[in-house]
């Protein structure tokens, strides 16, 4: 990729749009490095909030809103920045290097940053009936209101969200239904053996698996109960639907921005979008030099660690590349699963067992005897020292430049 220049030693002001895990970051890492120019952040909900818990906790019902706030009143504070929350941003010039809000007023800037995260993506076979999403505390807070125990909840999507809502739904004695079209689900991102034990796990507390159909069609009675007709022509029936499957980035308010919005803020590997623009978080699509393609990560650790990169890159002190070992964790039940590293289909895997009593397993994946990715199944003490030798591993292979 071609450097895109940079900027000035400290910009004056620095425009985030996005107020969530990945914008809060960047503002309180360029806080913490000394940036003592104008800071604003504009974000369209009301709370900088975190999201992980609305498919456990806050679901649950054993953690209540404030407990997800990102920041305490004071720490917000302390950014001394102009928080437009309830905001909108609504477009990005990047030549004239402003930034326009719902409200009419115009915020030039020397760097901007687009932290805007990703929304639920909505299935045609379900839109017409309102379905569940689960994006927003708000999202959470309608789902959680219906699930009473004896009723059934139909989940389509039987990824990370979709079966984490659907163990939380179980605890909370609600009947559970899964429609996912592959027949394995997750195995593309767990490995095949772990992704069957969190079927069986997910089977045993009584999840109903319908693998390897999709929605062919919708419809609602009076009393608003969903039938669900499926590929395989037989249908489900439940008083509450949650689409589970898959996101879209939130890139409407840039049509017209001179960026490339295809599937993400497309960024250099130091995630920069244009002079001047950098993209963090869930929507940042950048160049990984090592898989030598564009990539998104939505993973909670990954806004983090891209925040960490963007302010360093707006403040001119970092020049390397953004080559992340990733790392997520998902609840379901009383099994925390933790995936450091990218998983591919081609890697060896090797099981170990850890302890039988936690049924804790750590497994390897290797190419040609090098490690590629690990997973610990309650294992999180074992699996950080195994990704602190990734980190050490990936430091080594930057340093010597491949
Ligand atoms: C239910 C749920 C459970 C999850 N569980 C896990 C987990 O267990 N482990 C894990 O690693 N990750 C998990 N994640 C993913 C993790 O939460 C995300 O990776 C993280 O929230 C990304 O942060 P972000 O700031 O990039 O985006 P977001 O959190 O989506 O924030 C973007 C913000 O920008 C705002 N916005 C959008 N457009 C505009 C605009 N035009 N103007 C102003 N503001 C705008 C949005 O409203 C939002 O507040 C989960 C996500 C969800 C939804």
Redesign the pocket.
């Given at each position: 990729m071609s450097s895109m220049g940079t900027v000035s030693a400290e910009p004056e002001a620095v425009v985030i749009?996005?107020?969530?895990?990945?914008?809060t970051a960047t503002a309180s890492k360029l806080r913490r490095l000394g940036y003592a120019g104008r800071l604003t952040i504009?974000?369209?909900?009301v709370v900088p909030y975190?999201?992980?818990p609305?498919?456990k906790q806050f679901l649950a019902g054993q953690w209540a809103e404030d407990k997800l706030r990102l920041m305490s009143p004071d720490q917000l504070e302390s950014l001394d920045a102009r928080l437009l929350l309830g905001?909108?941003?609504?477009g990005l010039d990047s030549g004239r290097r402003t930034i326009t809000d719902d409200a009419g007023r115009t915020h030039p800037f020397d760097a901007a940053v687009i932290?805007?995260?990703?929304r639920p993506r909505m299935l045609d076979a379900l839109s017409a009936g309102r379905p569940h999403v689960?994006?927003t505390v708000s999202d959470a807070t309608a789902l959680r209101a219906r699930l009473r125990p004896g009723t059934r909840l139909a989940v389509v999507g039987g990824g990370?969200?979709g079966l984490?809502t659907a163990a939380t739904a179980l605890e909370l004695g609600v009947d559970v239904v899964v429609v996912e079209p592959s027949t394995l689900p997750l195995s593309d991102r767990l490995g095949r053996t772990a992704s069957a034990r969190l079927v069986d796990l997910h089977r045993s507390r009584g999840t109903d698996f319908r693998l390897g159909v999709s929605v062919a069609g919708s419809s609602r009675d009076e009393q608003g109960v969903w039938t669900l007709e499926l590929t395989d022509h037989s249908t489900v029936t439940a008083e509450d639907v949650l689409v589970a499957a898959g996101s879209v980035p939130?890139t409407d308010?840039l049509a017209g921005s001179g960026l490339d919005i295809s599937s993400g803020v497309r960024c250099d590997a130091m995630c920069r979008a244009a002079p001047h623009v950098w993209a963090?978080?869930?929507?940042a699509r950048w160049w990984d030099d090592r898989h030598q393609a564009h990539i998104r990560l939505?993973?909670?650790?990954?806004?983090i660690e891209q925040a960490d990169v963007v302010a360093k890159g707006i403040l001119g002190v970092r020049r390397e590349a953004y080559r992340p070992v990733p790392f997520?964790?998902?609840?379901h039940f009383d099994a925390r699963i933790q995936l450091a590293g990218t998983y591919s289909a081609d890697l060896t895997e090797t099981l170990i067992e850890i302890d039988s009593a936690r049924e804790s397993t750590i497994t390897l994946f290797q190419r040609d005897d090098r490690l590629a990715a690990v997973l610990g199944w309650n294992a999180p003490r074992e699996i950080q020292k195994y990704r602190r030798q990734l980190l050490l591993e990936q430091a080594d292979r930057s340093k010597a430049g491949v």
């Open positions: 749009v996005g107020a969530s895990a990945a914008g504009i974000g369209d909900e975190d999201r992980p609305l498919s905001t909108r941003a609504v932290a805007t995260g990703v689960l994006r990370f969200l984490e939130q308010w963090v978080g869930d929507i939505e993973h909670r650790t990954n806004a997520f964790w998902t609840d």
